[in-house]
């Protein structure tokens, strides 16, 4: 209260004093500040703000509503009386202040209103988006504040979700000159720019021209490596689930090309990121995507065949290689003979390494998705008469059981289900956040839903692969295989399938 009054005083000579009660507030709210005075607090604020104030003491004030903003115990409702206000207030300040520095400071605090009020800043903002393409040519020669717009931006794209999608004429440009590595400035914007591509595919619910021609800027950006390979395979991927035929026809092989030639340099964290891309790309691509993945599908074969990865990269290798048994056998057995050939081995010795190395680590899988992934893989393999399966038919018995067990759960009838169909469980995302879905978590919802995993009954299909199996074997041949099978296995399998 005391503070208030201090501040009630206009006299042009006391600006020195409103100057630094704003700065005490700042320094104050975050120690001794109740939550029910955070709305006195504000309104403390904004008449320091207005334009009939001196500038030194405005810049204050708004550097004190950055640092009370900033809270841990910030709320947006209480905030929200005064957004519209404060918003006003803060962008008249950055159009009035001339140097780069200051409107630099200014905006960071904008941007992290925004950052901090997400889809609230919907309504009030399209004042901002007119000035921000004025405020971008005017910073040419000023790279650091062409960085703070770039941050801005992306907690825009953020809060307007796809409404974001008419900012594209200002935003293509923005982000060729971005990520163009033949430009100086690329030194300075291409960390930000990066980011502000990702959030805006992901808020996109289509392809639009100008992100499509974007793509070419991919391959040089891997081959650039370093700290942004990040952000760039987290790009291709949200372009995967965008355009998966575009993104094939365009750029596929070459990017094939580059994480390939990058793969074998690279620590475990990079090969995760590599290997998630390829398993999304087979899950969203055109039937042909497994011949255009073949380097980095090969790669995924040798590190199972070698079999001393530890567990979450061998979960992957063993994933990606399910998802291309369920898509061809044919696909399987080809990558199995070019491996042999690469290891001047025979083909059949290489498809039984890979299989005790599968059946050896699947225990340590476990996720249920993926374990049930590998279970329909294996059950899928049943049917190919091939001796290598049939020598290891109770091994792969005893990781179907075990996976059985782990995915179906008795129903309120008495039964069994399978608990990771679609409908029995609700389908969950990595990204799930019940306030903030993006059209990229829509997307993944949509692949996931589309899933083996989630739309194949694990206990129906080993069935009816069993079932095959007998007919190809023949009666004496598959009570033979079947009455070898160790008891405790053939016991926990009869409780879901008959054999």
């Known amino acids: 209260s005391s503070l208030s009054l201090e501040l009630g005083v206009n006299d042009s000579n006391y600006r020195i004093v409103r100057r630094r009660v704003c700065w005490l507030l700042g320094q104050w709210s975050g120690v001794k500040l109740s939550p029910e005075l955070r709305p006195r607090l504000y309104e403390m604020l904004m008449p320091m703000l207005t334009n009939s104030e001196d500038l030194v003491v405005r810049l204050a004030a708004a550097k004190a509503m950055k640092v009370v903003i900033d809270d841990f115990e910030f709320s947006v409702e209480e905030l929200e009386p005064y957004l519209e206000q404060v918003f006003s207030l803060l962008f008249a300040l950055l159009k009035e202040v001339g140097e780069c520095d200051t409107k630099l400071n200014v905006l960071n605090v904008l941007s ?7 889809v609230s800043i919907r309504p009030i903002c399209s004042a901002l988006l007119h000035y921000l393409p004025t405020l971008w040519e005017e910073s040419a020669n000023h ?8 941050s801005t931006l992306v907690f825009i794209v953020q809060g307007l979700g796809t409404v ?10 923005v982000l060729e000159l971005s990520t163009d590595l033949t430009q100086d400035c690329h030194i300075y914007l291409l960390e930000d720019g990066l980011e502000l591509w990702l959030t805006l595919l992901h808020n996109t619910a289509k392809p639009y021209d100008s992100l499509l021609q974007l793509l070419p800027r991919i391959p040089p950006l891997l081959a650039l490596g370093s700290e942004n390979l990040r952000t760039t395979i987290y790009i291709l991927q949200a372009y995967v689930l965008l355009c998966p035929l575009r993104v ?3 750029i596929g092989n070459a990017v094939v090309q580059e994480l390939s030639t990058q793969y074998g340099d690279l620590q475990d964290e990079g090969v995760l990121m590599i290997l998630r891309l390829v398993e999304t790309w087979l899950r969203a691509g055109p039937p042909h995507t497994p011949q255009v993945l073949e380097p980095l599908l090969l790669m995924v074969m040798d590190a199972v065949h070698t079999g001393t990865d530890y567990p979450m990269l061998m979960s992957l290798h063993l ?3 399910s998802r291309l048994i369920l898509s061809s056998h044919a696909l ?4 199995c003979l070019t491996t042999a050939t690469k290891l001047n081995s025979n083909h059949n010795d290489v498809a039984g390494k890979v299989l005790d190395v599968w059946c050896d680590k699947m225990p340590c899988v476990t996720a249920p998705e993926r374990r049930k992934l590998l279970a329909l893989a294996l059950s899928s393999l049943l049917t190919t008469e091939s001796p290598v399966v049939l020598s290891r038919v109770y091994i792969v018995f005893l990781n179907v059981a075990e996976t059985l067990n782990d995915v179906t759960r008795p129903d309120e009838q008495g039964g069994i289900i399978d608990s ?20 990229h978590d829509s997307r993944k919802r949509q692949i996931a839903m589309q899933d083996p995993v989630h739309t194949i009954v694990l206990k ?19 009570k033979e295989i079947i009455g070898n099978v160790d008891v405790e296995t053939r016991d926990n399998l009869l409780e879901y399938v008959t054999l």
Do not use: H, K, W
């Open 319 to 321: 994933s990606i290689l």
């Open 248 to 250: 094939m026809e365009t």
């Open 112 to 118: 992290y209103l925004i950052e901090r009020v997400g």
């Open 143 to 150: 790279n650091m504040l062409r960085c703070s717009i770039l």
């Open 164 to 173: 974001s999608e008419g900012l594209l004429p200002f935003l293509g440009p």
């Open 420 to 439: 990771l169909m679609a409908g029995v469980g609700d389908v969950v995302l990595d990204t799930d956040d019940i306030d903030y879905e993006t059209e």
């Open 332 to 335: 399987f057995a080809s990558l």
């Open 460 to 478: 129906e299909y080993v069935q009816s692969q069993v079932n095959a199996m007998a007919l190809q074997l023949g009666e004496t041949n598959y």
